[in-house]
């Protein structure tokens, strides 16, 4: 069975300094990993992918993810945080197998920026 | 750019009503689902549905539960008699061949 771990459930970081999410996942299969990001009051946006290409994933708004089979960690990074990034951020796998695919969510990191 | 709709935005109704969700998924998409996210809890996913059938469900995703694609843009989630656990946020989302899955802005239901 596959989930997702999110080990911090809040974190807060000064405006201009680097943001690190991080994720642990589990599998059976070959996985896809996304992050998906949900502001205050709006839908969920997909920040970014991992679908067994490059592992350093380059998504919007400067985010990247690491991809460590060894570690089964989809880290989310950012080097400098902007307070737009203020939001709930969720790490979520599925089975690497067609189209028609479920999502397996974590819990979400709520991350706060300060000024 | 082709974005996933949801209507209504808020929904309240009294326990054992039917309501229905609806959302009209981006148009040149053919995998369709329902999401619920309990409001402090982890989304979950209830159900998938292609080629008018459904795909998949989860266990949350009972004899109350159905869904229907009933022309060629709808997409609806019905809960036959509503309990206060429905309360939550519904997302709807839908993707094409590259199985990217685009979330509408979500429908809140309120049971009282």
């Known amino acids: 069975a596959q989930s997702v771990t999110q080990l911090d459930s809040h974190v807060s970081v000064s405006e201009g300094t680097p943001v690190l999410l991080r994720c642990n996942y589990s599998?059976?299969?070959?996985?896809?990993l996304f992050w998906y990001v949900q502001h205050p009051n709006k839908g969920l946006q997909l920040l970014l992918k991992?679908?067994?290409?490059a592992t350093l994933v380059k998504g919007i708004n400067g985010f990247e993810a690491e991809f460590k089979k060894s570690e089964t960690s989809f880290h989310l990074t950012k080097p400098s945080a902007h307070m737009s990034d203020a939001a709930e951020y969720f790490c979520v796998v599925s089975d690497n197998a067609g189209n028609n695919r479920k999502l397996i969510w974590g819990l979400g990191t709520s991350l706060a920026v300060n000024p | 750019e082709p974005e996933v709709t949801q209507t209504p935005s808020h929904q309240v109704t009294q326990m054992g009503q039917e309501v229905i969700l609806r959302c009209v998924p981006i148009?040149?998409?053919?995998?369709f689902y329902w999401y619920r996210q309990i409001l402090g809890q982890k989304v979950e996913f209830l159900v998938s549905f292609y080629n008018n059938e459904i795909s998949e469900k989860s266990e949350i995703f009972d004899d109350q539960f159905s869904v229907e694609r009933p022309d060629g843009s709808n997409f609806t989630l019905k809960i036959r008699s509503t309990k206060l656990e429905d309360s939550a946020m519904y997302f709807c989302?839908?993707?094409?061949?590259?199985?990217?899955?685009?979330f509408g802005p979500g429908t809140r239901l309120t049971v009282t």
């Open positions: 148009s040149n998409h053919l995998y």
């Open positions: 989302a839908s993707n094409g061949p590259s199985y990217e899955q685009y």
């Open positions: 991992y679908t067994s290409a």
């Open positions: 599998s059976s299969y070959s996985p896809s």
